[in-house]
């Protein structure tokens, strides 16, 4: 059972996050995006072996964070919230 | 005779409590402190189980936790399989049975299968497989191979506790090591948590010498106890440390013995130190399984805690010099013994009263039904009625292998050692290879070093030296006769040869090609010899062939501690509605459906299906009262609360006029359809999502991960108040009427609340929210009140009923009068490639210009097929039954048959007294009038494609 410091909670044991997908896939807007573009933004994953920045997010208080942990050591780097001003 | 109790000592027995018990139907007497395996011992009973595969006889190995082949099954309240005997008190009135024999171990009517052996060998199962036919042997092989039988009947107790617990120094085992560190830990001002799998701790120091600070070693270890228990440190005997887990996670099962359930911990340290001893290892020579052959240690343990001299002429051969001193003890307590050597030279000083036989070792054993004499590699003959040996010292470090810590071998050890350092974990003592107590004080001290320095100083060793000289002993290839390498999984060096020869040598392959420490003891006794004799056959070193992955648990775990409290309703608990009473007291029949415990129906009739049919046909008549509290009612409240929503739906919200409600698809980034539900607009910057009941965590979650990703904290706030409000629909021809005799304090005039608009009234002082919206095809009102003030609001709604014939209904009636409209449920008429499109909602998709959840996915090749899924009406030939659902419409194509979709939903339908069906079929569309086959089962049947909705198309009675 890994522990996740969840940015407003502090350390939790795993099973109180989900997993949100990989950090920095931004989101191509419109119906012009090339479908390459597009099914890359839905399938296509780094699977880093090594350092993984990842978007996970906490269900218990429901904060959505930035997680960078190693995917061999199971060691947790860094977790910091979403800045959350991305609203004009 | 040969083993027996002596008349005096035994530290951990009590005398003056004799206990019985019974063992294969004959009576075992023994003392309060007794193992059942100390007890047999005692009572000279020699064949205590026959082995996994060839039924050979099995005596007791050892003391502890490696035991191979003293397995029981524990019958009565706390029936336990394949428990070991050497680590299971004796207890009055307890039955146990030996494993893998009938009728009894001694009288096994299966033991002829050893004259067989040599047909089934290592893979026997495997290549039965492949030639000539696995299923001609499997009934045969099943009932006569394993080991203990499970109970079918028994019950739990009860629920196993679980504790999580939090501790700066976590020590695993109370031997000289464990104890050691532990009280330095706490002199250092760690709290301390100390965990030992025997009953009482001290370890090796419970048996072999040992003087500390000047005191005898038993005087140290119950200070050093007490000590620990003074300062509230946490001392757990009988608890196993399983395994170790992500970040240091280590779990722990304890065990209790007065009929509770065992209880599994789950201890978070900051520093784990693990003093958990070493594994005594077999010797190889031929018939090395023979009952009366132990472990010389465990021989020497039994003699010291439970007074029992396994034998009167005893052999005890070794490799190394831990087992001098038992050679020494045996002979001082009277027994003849003779102890034989491997090394010629660099020996200690031979045992006094015993005979020392050098630079010798043991070709092989004799006896039938246990060993009666030995035959040295000389070929020295001696009659013996016990052989112990010492093959070496296996250091137990599966958690320190768990925790992916590298091992590095020691020549001169012979032996696995831990090898670089993982952090927040020690290994110390003889884990750590250690022999010594000056040597495990020694590597004590700095177990807890990340944390603090102790000013204490070590215990200091004031006794006898011990040495660890050793010459390896590994079994060696074309030795002659039948050595057993694992005593549990009857393997053999001549099934290890037959691996290497069909090149299964990597250390992974011989352990699933010949079983080789898969049993339930997990090779504690037998991997290390076996992978030594592949290195022998193979040409390589021990490191070089490795281990294999050590992985927990450590020992066998009931499943009931792993369980808890997770069991029966508890597995996957349901929600209930807050009026369950009350609908319970109306005659409700409750089902599951997403999560949530509701009426399928109000039991009407004793035959449910009538009941189903009488309510549907009731509620088209004049009017019904459905309980809808489980409908999502999530808040989205902001200055972008209309931006958001309409990112969010398919359909565009933000035209919505307050006070009005819209209904809408939710789709996926792949334009998958995920949930539909109507969004109310409560006022400019407030919108209630009301999603389906079983989507409404899940609608939640995506709100708040579009809110917090890209429109920000700022923007809009989301609160899910689901369970905040009940919601009492009444729907129906007459339920305006019925409305109106509740005085909500407002206008029910069509003019005022229209179709698709809210209201607002109060009930008994409380605000209710009045929907005016329809799954029923009927007018329809939802009133949404305060939970807690449903009761009285749904008892006025069925007395005030009485006059119309308001009928109560459960979900399934409203599941025909939603399939009689053709109104879909998501996950039932929909897939998970059903696009808003192929449900004939093509709107949004052609019109709209803004962006929205799903969109880019409803432009692609896939989502432009002209051959699509859509969503069909069927209709069934008159007089005929209702569809199956899940029938497939089938087509011929080349001769061949294909599916061109499927039934989603079907049903009687009471009101038009013919069935109603949906169905997803490949172009249906464009399909109506056209009858296609269904096939269900193998039988063909026709159905005509139709427009979904099969009741009231012009939708005229919404407003009736
Ligand atoms: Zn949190």
Known sequence: MQLFPCPFCGPRDETEFHYGGDAGNVRPDGIDVPTDRWAGYLYLRGNPKGTAREIWVHMICGEFFVMERDTVT???????????EHAA | MTASRLATGGSAIDRSRPIRFSFDGTIVQGFAGDTIASALLAGDVAVVGRSFKYHRPRGIWGAGVEEPNALVDIGGSRATPNTRATTEPARDGLVAKSVNATPSA???????????????????YYKTFMWPDWHRFEPRIRAMAGLGTVDADWTSPGMADQINHHCDVLVVGAGPAGLAAARLAAGAGLTVTLVDDQQSPGGSLGYRAGEIDGKPAAVWVKETIAELAAGGHLILPSTTALGIYDHNLVGLNQRHFDGRPDTLWRVRPRQIVLATGAIERPLPFANNDLPGIMSADAAFAYLRRHAVLVGRRIIVATNNDSAYEVAGALAEASAEVRLVDIRRNGTPAAPANARLIKGRSLASASGKLRVDGVTLDDGTRFDADCVLVSGGWTPTIHLFGQAKGKLAWSDARAAFLPGDPVDGIAVIGAAAGAVSLSEV??????AFAPLGQTK????????????GGILPAWPIPGSKGRIWIDYQNDVTVKDVELAARENFVSVEHLKRYTTLGMATDQGKTSNLPGLALMAGITGRTVPEVGTTTYRPPFTPVPLASFAGARVGELMAPVRRLPLENVHRANGAVFQEYGGWLRPAHYGGYADAERSIADEALRARQSVALFDGSTLGKIEVIGPQAAAFVDFLYYNTMSTLKPGRCRYGFMLSEN??????????????????????????????????????????????YIHNATSDMATLTVSGPNSRKLLKALGLGLSLGDADLPHMAIAHGSYAGDEVRITRVSF??????????????AEPLWAHLRKAGQAFDAVAIGLEALMILRAEKGFIVIGKDTDGTTLPHDLGVDGPRVKRQTEFVGRRSLFTEEASRDNRMQLVGLAVPQGEAPLPTGAHGIKRIDGRLRSQGFVTSSYQSPTLGRPV???LIERGATRHGETIDIQHLGKISKATITAPCAFDPAGERLHA
């Open chain 2, 671 to 716: 334009g998958v359809v995920f949930d539909d539900g109507v969004l109310v607009r409560l006022g400019e910057h407030r919108f209630v999502v009301s999603c389906s009941s079983s989507h409404v965590a899940a609608v939640h979650a995506r709100l708040e991960e579009w809110r917090q990703d890209r429109f920000g904290r700022g923007a809009v």
């Open chain 2, 441 to 446: 004080f020694a590597g004590a001290g700095p």
């Open chain 2, 776 to 789: 029923t095809g009927d007018r329809s009102y939802e009133i949404s009140i305060r939970a807690d003030r």
């Open chain 1, 74 to 84: 199971h060691k947790v780097l860094s977790s910091a919230a979403l800045d959350g």
């Open chain 2, 917 to 919: 069906a949906l169905g």
């Open chain 2, 106 to 124: 001694l009288a096994d009517r299966n033991a002829f299968l050893d004259r067989f052996a040599r047909f089934i060998p290592a893979a026997f």
């Open chain 2, 456 to 467: 204490a100083p070590l215990p200091r060793s004031t006794g006898p030296k011990a040495t």
